[in-house]
């Protein structure tokens, strides 16, 4: 079956780094777009970033582009998410998922499997 396992989160002073990880299993990775959102506690999911199935094709929302970099491993079937400059503001529970074709996507919907997630923490 498909599965998502992020990894990396963790708690973070306010101008430093993490890197996400998102191994995925169960289906053929390198043939489906991937994204990663995050949730605050009481927001709405928000889209974060998303890469097509080869990487040559990304997208960020504004709030983190310049900052967070994705970028995928097809030979591990791994995609990553790395954050830089992080603010408190990113505080959340970040979810890698998979697109439900070869393309990114903003919006959650179009997205058709999802991990647990992994908390990020930024202290300021």
């Known amino acids: 079956q498909v599965q998502l396992v992020e990894s990396g989160g963790g708690l973070v002073q306010a101008g430093g780094s993490l890197r996400l990880s998102c191994v995925a299993s169960?289906?053929?990775?390198?043939?489906?777009?991937m994204g990663w959102f995050r949730q605050a506690p009481g927001k709405e999911r928000a889209f974060v970033a998303a890469?097509?199935?080869?990487?040559?094709?990304?997208y960020y929302a504004n709030s983190v582009k310049g900052r967070f970099t994705i970028s995928r491993d097809n030979a591990k079937n791994t995609v990553y998410l790395q954050m830089n400059s992080l603010k408190s503001e990113d505080t959340a529970a970040y979810f890698c998922?998979?697109?439900?074709?070869?393309?990114?996507?903003?919006?959650?919907?179009?997205?058709?499997?999802w991990g647990q997630g992994t908390q990020v923490t930024v202290s300021s």
């Open positions: 169960g289906f053929t990775f390198s043939r489906y777009g």
């Open positions: 998922a998979r697109s439900g074709t070869t393309n990114w996507y903003i919006d959650a919907r179009r997205y058709d499997y």
């Open positions: 890469i097509i199935w080869s990487g040559g094709s990304t």
